[in-house]
Structures are given as C-alpha cells and as structure tokens.
C-alpha cells in the first residue's frame, strides 16, 4: 500500500518561510514526484517537479526563486522549501508521486491526472 503523507504546512505572514515534508513508504519506485496546490473555487495546479533518478527539477513561473524541490532517498521523503511566500500562495498542497511510465512532454508531468499517488493535503495560509 503506498503511503504519502504531508506535514509542515501551517499560517505565516508574506515573506515568511515554510518547509513541507512528505513522507513516503510502501513503493519501490517513481519517476516524477510533485508538490500541486489547490485554492478554494480553483483547480489544482502543479507547482514544483522533481525527476527522481536524477534529481532534476522543475518549477511553475510563479513559484520560481522562491520555492525548491528536493528528495532525501535514505529518509525516502520529498520537501517543498517555501520562502517569500505570498498572499495568493493560499492553498491546501498535496504531495504526488507517480510509477506510470515517462511522460510524453512536460505538460504531462503538470498534469494531476499522470499521477496516482497522492497524500492528504496540508494547509498553507499566507496573510497580508
């Protein structure tokens, strides 16, 4: 049974810093893991990538200089470092990781849909 499950998330003011984690068991492998967000009346939307054999990286433009990416395959968790975090980055953010096979393109990997794991959401509420 795979098991994703977030923490970390919590209430900052803008410009304040956040790291989530998320922890993960009960597969041997993933291609792309992925942190997405959703805000209230707004699709999911992927907002970081990373290319686990790699260790590759990816990121949405609004998310880039401020948010990082990264694994630790001995704890097998993945993070999401957060800083200069604003207002409109208000969401509930879910972990995702997927064993599908490559993706066709990139657009794929922004895609909820290519991926079938997911945790359960941590909250994240930045104000003004």
């Known amino acids: 049974q795979v098991q994703l499950v977030e923490s970390g998330g919590g209430s900052v003011q803008t410009g304040g810093s956040l790291r989530l984690s998320c922890a993960a068991s009960?597969?041997?492998?993933?291609?792309?893991m992925a942190w997405f967000r959703q805000a209230p009346g707004k699709e999911r939307e992927g907002v970081a990538s990373?290319?686990?054999?790699?260790?590759?990286?990816y990121y949405t433009d609004s998310v880039k200089g401020r948010f990082t990416i990264s694994q630790d395959n001995v704890k097998n968790t993945l993070y999401l470092q957060m800083n200069s975090l604003k207002p409109e980055d208000t969401a509930m953010y879910y972990c995702?990781?997927?064993?599908?096979?490559?993706?066709?393109?990139?657009?794929?990997?922004?895609?909820?849909?290519?991926?079938?794991?997911w945790g359960q959401g941590t909250q994240v509420t930045v104000s003004s």
């Open positions: 995702a990781a997927t064993n599908r096979a490559l993706p066709v393109n990139m657009k794929e990997v922004w895609s909820p849909s290519y991926y079938n794991y």
């Open positions: 009960g597969y041997t492998y993933t291609y792309y």
């Open positions: 990373i290319y686990t054999p790699s260790s590759r990286t």
